[in-house]
């Protein structure tokens, strides 16, 4: 507290808000929004490490498939970080809120939090899409089984799928 007295005698004192005197969950939600950020950029440098357009010296197919996997975790887990940061932020200011007993100042939510939810989804899904989208397993096995047309000659004809010969036997009455 800082307090001052006027030329009068009257003493006026104002409250000094440090940021070492906040709660512990604002300085916890300081600290995951900051995590997030160093993992944002992270993800953001792995990611172009990983473009198949980028030429370094490790240039095959497999090691940029392995980068790009790992920048889409990172990215999915810098959302997960700031998602819970906001979120307990904003369960705190509802418990503060709806406690009658509080006596300090009460917060609303604000768009500030909104377009964070917003922002820390975004990030977790493209994160999983970036990570779903250099898994090649699937295509690998899509070569060696492949799927194969048939055309039938009418739209309900009854039919036989033989799988050894991968073809389809219209049956005929």
């Not at 953001?44 to 889409?72: E, H, N, P, V, Y």
């Not at 904003?90 to 939510?109: M, Q, R």
């Not at 975004?122 to 994160?127: E, F, H, N, R, T």
């Not at 699937?138 to 073809?167: M, W």
Request: with cysteine; hydrophobic share 40%.
């Amino acid at each position: 507290m800082n307090c001052n007295t006027t030329s009068l005698g009257s003493i006026q004192c104002n409250k000094l808000y440090f940021f070492l005197s906040l709660d512990t969950f604002i300085h916890v939600c300081q600290a995951l929004m900051i995590t997030s950020l160093v993992l944002g950029m992270c993800g953001t440098l792995l990611a172009l490490l990983g473009l198949r357009c980028t030429q370094l010296s490790f240039s095959d197919k497999r090691t940029k498939g392995r980068i790009s996997i790992m920048s889409g975790m990172i990215f999915a887990l810098a959302g997960v970080s700031s998602m819970v940061a906001l979120s307990w932020y904003a369960v705190n200011i509802i418990t503060e809120s709806f406690d009658p007993l509080y006596a300090g100042t009460k917060h609303e939510l604000g768009y500030a939090l909104y377009l964070g939810w917003t922002g820390s989804l975004l990030s977790i899904v493209g994160g999983i899409l970036l990570t779903c989208s250099s898994c090649k397993g699937n295509q690998k096995y899509l070569r060696e089984h492949g799927y194969h047309y048939a055309a039938s000659g009418t739209v309900n004809e009854p039919q036989i799928y033989i799988k050894q010969a991968k073809t389809v036997i219209p049956i005929k009455d």
